[in-house]
């Protein structure tokens, strides 16, 4: 009698764990947390499959090599050169990106599309497109100490911003030989630009549009208020700066603009 009242016991005991172990507060659900990493790319790996299962706030440091990808950022995610790295071609879409130290060739390279908070830090482009566009609205974006450089005098823009830009910072930039080295092509609101280099936009001799402002080291387009344009340097072009009607609290005044 008294071996099966331990054995009882025991067995009481033993289910009573097994319930607490199964048991879930209801009011605290089961999430799976993955913490960003540091993940390398190397020669011969691909950069588009690395961000693609690194999880999102990681960052990724690419070795030196010379790089053939088409990539798109869907993720926040640091993408860094280490070394001289060589890409086609790279497309963010998505909040709280940075690239940084890489050298791009070819025909918009680097294109940023509707986000916000994206770093665009250091980079060597050459294109005879579009060097750095932005597309749809964006907010909160840097481009800075980048140096981008046209491949034909007469056609692209170092940078174009097709959509409206906000609260948006452009700084310490060396643009040259392009037909714009920045182009706002819609109206926009709070841009500093400050401290960039702008030269040889624009060829006389141009055949295909003479008389408008191709050539122009800054053009904004009529409709933006509260820009900042800050002891930027502009030589060699038709117009060195173009200001289209521009409203709010805008400063120009310290720029240093000079046309050959």
Known sequence: MQNNTILTGIL???CVLVALIGYTNPTTPNILTIEPSTVVVNPGQSIQTTINSAPAGSTIIVNHGNYTENLKILKNIT???????NLKQVNIAYTGCKVEGF????DYPIVITSTRDVEIIGNNISSNLNGIMSTGTNVNLVISSNTLIGTNPFYGN???FEGPLYNSTIQNNVLSDAEFGMLY???SR???????????NYNLNNPRDPLVHTGTGIYTVAGSTDFKILNNTVNNTRDSIAVEDLGG????????????
């Open 12 to 14: 009481i005991i033993l």
């Open 158 to 160: 170092n940078m174009a």
């Open 103 to 106: 050298s791009f060739s070819g």
């Open 79 to 85: 993408l860094t050169a280490n070394g001289t790295v």
């Open 190 to 200: 709070n841009i500093t630009i400050e401290n960039n280099i702008v030269t040889n």
């Open 249 to 260: 609290d805008c400063q120009q005044a310290s720029s240093l603009k000079t046309t050959q």
């Open 185 to 187: 092509d819609a109206p």
